[in-house]
């Protein structure tokens, strides 16, 4: 009677140690996918801010003053059609 209540201590000490050895286990698994999805997450928008920047910059930056000097941007306020058209037709 003694061996089989240290067989059932046995038992159970094995089924309590893997419990908390799958639990353990478990929670290690859905912490790296989510470390994962946050790191994915940081990455899509570290490229969205990049993309947004370059975008600012292309919008900021002078438009189109070319080697002669003409604004070629009609949406610009310091756009000159004469000087535009000139340099169209070669006669600048």
Not at 6 to 13: D, E, F, K
Not at 26 to 31: K, L, M, V, W
Not at 40 to 57: G, H, M, P, V
């Amino acid at each position: 009677m003694a061996a089989a209540q240290g067989v059932n201590v046995l038992r159970y000490s094995a089924l309590v140690a893997g419990l908390v050895y799958g639990f353990y286990h478990q929670s290690s698994i859905t912490a790296g996918i989510k470390r994962a999805d946050a790191d994915r997450e940081y990455a899509r928008q570290e490229r969205l801010i990049d993309q947004a920047k370059a975008e600012w910059k292309r919008k900021t930056q002078p438009q189109d003053a070319n080697s002669t000097g003409v604004i070629t941007d009609p949406e610009n306020p310091k756009f000159d059609l004469e000087a535009f058209l000139k340099l169209k037709t070669g006669e600048a």
